[in-house]
């Protein structure tokens, strides 16, 4: 049986996410002045206490809201995010990831970068409606801080809303735009309890722990098991005229690809492909493990 590890020892990471607009940044601070609270106080064990708390946001990478309206320069901008989080978080440290966060394979891969250092990671919702994120949007004088209009409604056109079921989004604590301050102080003692004050347990396993050194034809075996699943995927769509979803077996594998009810491209198939590589090359599993993490990964990103 895998070994578990209490998450008081250890670092932690919490994921803010939410539409554009909806406040994300405010409640992050006002869970940040909490969490510093809780760890300032004598009466918090000391090991709780020895942590350092990081706040880590687009406006603290200085990243301009002008950057969300390009493909290319969002891709630059999520990548900024992704690598000062990953630097910050370790067990020494908790890290709020205050950012729009609204693809589930960017948070799928968050949340692996903290499995892999047994760190316990929960997603906090910030749900507003669309309409109240558009009147707050507008509400704002500088213009710097306002989304542009078309910018705003393609992120929230494109947003996908945590699912607790998923190991990815859970524990989710979710925040209704309504609630007051001091009624949000529930949600964060929940997250306080859940993830820094041992309610969470991180299992070791083939998957997170981390081998001394990478077999020597590692990165040929992850290649290429990759890219077979990939063809095998794209062979299916042929065949079937394409747009045929529900599950498709993978030879040697013990789990099955649930395909989408419609055609995925080949830039899509290879992107998946590319951040699976980018995630694992320099973190080796297995080269027996392969072949069943791409299968979970790539099922992750269309999984609601």
């Not at 539409?19 to 940040?32: C, D, E, V």
């Not at 992704?82 to 949340?111: C, E, H, M, P, T």
């Not at 859970?170 to 009624?183: H, K, Y």
């Not at 070791?204 to 077999?215: D, F, G, H, R, S």
Request: hydrophobic share 35%.
């Amino acid at each position: 049986m895998p070994a578990q590890y209490h998450t008081n020892s250890r670092g932690k990471l919490i994921i803010i996410t939410g539409y554009p607009s909806s406040g994300k940044t405010t409640r992050a601070t006002q869970l940040h002045t909490y969490l510093q609270a809780k760890l300032d106080s004598p009466s918090t064990p000391p090991r709780q206490r020895n942590l350092k708390l990081h706040l880590i946001s687009p406006h603290t990478l200085l990243i301009p809201r002008t950057s969300y309206s390009i493909a290319a320069s969002e891709k630059t901008a999520r990548a900024t995010e992704y690598s000062a989080v990953k630097r910050a978080l370790s067990r020494d440290d908790v890290v709020i990831a205050d950012g729009l966060n609204y693809i589930k394979g960017y948070r799928y891969q968050l949340f692996c970068e903290a499995k892999a250092l047994l760190t316990p990671s929960c997603v906090v919702h910030v749900a507003a409606p669309v309409e109240k994120c558009r009147e707050w949007n507008a509400a704002r004088v500088e213009v710097a801080e306002r989304w542009d209009g078309e910018t705003l409604e393609n992120l929230m056109f494109r947003y996908e809303e945590p699912n607790g079921m998923t190991r990815w989004d859970s524990p989710l604590f979710t925040v209704p735009w309504v609630d007051s301050e001091g009624e949000c102080v529930v949600v964060w003692e929940g997250v306080w309890e859940a993830v820094c004050a041992g309610g969470v347990k991180v299992k070791a396993n083939q998957a997170t722990v981390l081998k001394p050194a990478a077999e020597s034809d590692y990165l040929y075996e992850l290649d290429k098991t990759t890219q077979e699943v990939v063809s095998l995927v794209m062979e299916h769509q042929r065949n079937s005229g394409g747009g045929v979803g529900g599950e498709l077996p993978v030879s040697e594998c013990g789990k099955v690809l649930e395909l989408p009810g419609r055609d995925l491209t080949v830039p899509q198939l290879q992107r998946i492909r590319r951040q699976f590589i980018a995630l694992n090359r320099q973190n080796p599993v297995g080269k027996q493990r392969i072949r069943e993490l791409f299968v979970e990964y790539f099922n992750g990103n269309f999984r609601d």
